[in-house]
């Protein structure tokens, strides 16, 4: 693990050179404890795959101040302490009609159609980051046999709700937005909510399963296509 | 009420803090400083919500009685066709028609009116990103016709900036960085080619970033996974041209950074024309620390005058 300066009021923890669940899971408890101990200076906390980027409030201390902070929220952070990550399900509608790149990942790894959708809906996936856009959550690792290399050319319109695939990430997006993912279908559950609180229904650390419904219940759900 | 919006005018308060877990970018005036003296200058409080007009153009009529400011670049102001003073708070009424030109000096400026617009927040912030469609009115900018509601609130006497104590804008900046992130991996020739080259702005620049073009720097990192942003962080594309981000900017990106501009400096950096100049220069984090201090102590020690 190592501490670097990142700018003026703000320093990065990497904890390792690869994203993996145990990695993940370090984080989360970076993430629980500097929420706590750090809360009298602490303005943003970015998780993502390996690092943690820590904003703090310059008003309050300077940088040498922070990382003694910093470095006491991290002492002995590799025991294995349990995360609070929840497990989510997410609903997702698979077909042909919902996901117009399932045949091209199917194609791919000389698998069929149906074999993408139990594959992809076996998994259980951490949210490795939240970025790119409010409420656009990484989840790592899908199964090699279903990964996919971004679009060459980035559709202009993928729909909300859309359930995706880049190399070996997926996502759902949360609102309609250009995007280079491969489709495979569409989720009725609203990723970003600004109404709602809490307005994500994952975050950061959480594990998520998708669960395979028909068009009836995605259309009961709420889903649109 | 808006007549004009002008070309890009944005209701902004300081910004939206503690959301980016949610994958919220922190918006908020580019320009910290002009916007902190529009606020000051009408006794508001610091955060109250104001416009940044980006390059002018902005047109209101006015419906209630209450006092404006304009900081930030300069432009044109008119009120009912007179010219009026920048830096300096106006009384105005019902029916009076307030006019900005276009910028001549500096590219974002910033009216403030008594008691500020009185905007919902939203994650804690008025903060308008047109990306995420979050703040503001309905997440975007000013249209033609929009209301911006504020409360009637008259002045017992107006304020003005001493010339000398308004920042100046320029064609050239020098911009400060606090190196950090994956500094140690850039060759020192080629971190010494970013500090002593010269860049110029272009017209790929928004609140997003500023792309920069001059000198390619290259980075011996070919992938890596993508962390954490901070405002000012520069970041080195495979294309070796620098992009300064922004407060509109993405909250995590996977290209290597060689350190980031203090915020004093940014705020000169969003002043700038495409086609303007800049250079970079190294400072330590503590002195980075100190010259947020000193500004500061500035800030608060500098009284505006009565007029």
């Known amino acids: 693990m190592r501490v670097e300066i990142a700018g003026q009021d703000a320093l990065i923890v990497y904890f390792a050179e690869q994203a993996s669940a145990a990695v993940s899971a370090q984080i989360q408890r970076a993430v629980t404890r500097i929420n706590s101990q750090m809360a009298g200076i602490l303005v943003d906390l970015v998780p993502s795959y390996a690092s943690l980027l820590v904003i703090y409030n310059i008003d309050q201390c300077d940088h040498f101040e922070a990382r003694r902070q910093l470095g006491e929220a991290l002492r002995d952070i590799d025991t294995t302490e349990a995360v609070g990550g929840e497990l989510v399900t997410l609903p997702v509608y698979y077909s042909l009609e919902s996901g117009p790149d399932l045949e091209i990942i199917a194609e791919r790894g000389k698998i069929s159609v149906d074999d993408v959708i139990e594959i992809h809906s076996g998994g259980e996936y951490r949210v490795y980051a939240i970025g790119f856009a409010p409420g656009f959550a990484y989840l790592g690792e899908v199964d090699e046999r279903i990964a996919a290399p971004r679009l060459a050319t980035p559709r202009q319109k993928v729909p909300r709700g859309a359930v995706a695939i880049a190399d070996r990430q997926t996502a759902v997006y949360p609102a309609q937005s250009p995007g280079g993912w491969n489709l495979i279908g569409l989720c009725p559950t609203r990723m970003f909510d600004p109404e709602k609180q809490p307005s994500m229904p994952v975050q950061v650390g959480d594990r998520i399963r998708f669960e395979a419904i028909e068009r009836d219940k995605f259309l009961s759900l709420g889903g649109e296509l | ?307």
Request: charged share 20%.
């Open chain 2, 1 to 307: 009420m808006v007549k004009q919006p002008g070309l890009l005018t944005l209701i902004q308060d300081r910004g939206r803090f503690g959301a980016h877990n949610l994958g919220l970018t922190n918006g908020g005036p580019l320009d910290a400083q002009a916007f902190a003296w529009a606020n000051r200058l009408l006794g508001n409080s610091a955060n109250a919500s104001a416009l940044e007009i980006s390059f002018g153009g902005l047109s209101l009529e006015c419906g209630i009685d209450t006092a404006i400011v304009v900081t930030g670049a300069e432009l044109p102001i008119k009120v009912n066709g007179e010219t009026i003073a920048g830096w300096q708070t106006h009384p105005v009424k019902p029916g009076d028609f307030i006019e900005l030109g276009y910028t001549t000096r500096g590219t974002r400026a910033y009216l403030a009116v008594a008691g500020g617009f009185a905007i919902p927040a939203s994650f804690g912030s008025s903060a308008t990103v047109v990306r995420e469609k979050i703040g503001g009115l309905n997440g975007d900018k000013l249209q033609e016709n929009d209301q911006l509601p504020c409360a009637s609130q008259t002045l017992q006497q107006n304020y003005y900036l001493a010339d000398d104590d308004r920042p100046q804008y320029a064609e050239r900046a020098i911009l400060r960085v606090v190196p950090g992130y994956q500094q140690s991996t850039f060759d020192p020739v080629e971190r010494h080619r970013f500090f002593s080259s010269q860049y110029r702005v272009t017209d790929r620049s928004d609140r997003m970033g500023f792309r920069l073009e001059g000198k390619a720097i290259k980075s011996d990192i070919n992938s890596m996974l993508s962390e954490g942003i901070c405002h000012g962080a520069v970041q080195i594309p495979a294309d070796g041209q620098p992009i300064v981000l922004m407060n509109d900017r993405q909250t995590i990106g996977g290209y290597p950074k060689i350190g980031s501009v203090i915020a004093l400096d940014t705020a000169k950096l969003a002043q700038l024309n495409p086609g303007s100049t800049i250079s970079f220069e190294p400072i330590s984090a503590e002195y980075a620390h100190n010259l947020h201090w000193l500004a500061k102590s500035r800030f608060d020690r500098t009284q505006p005058l009565k007029c």
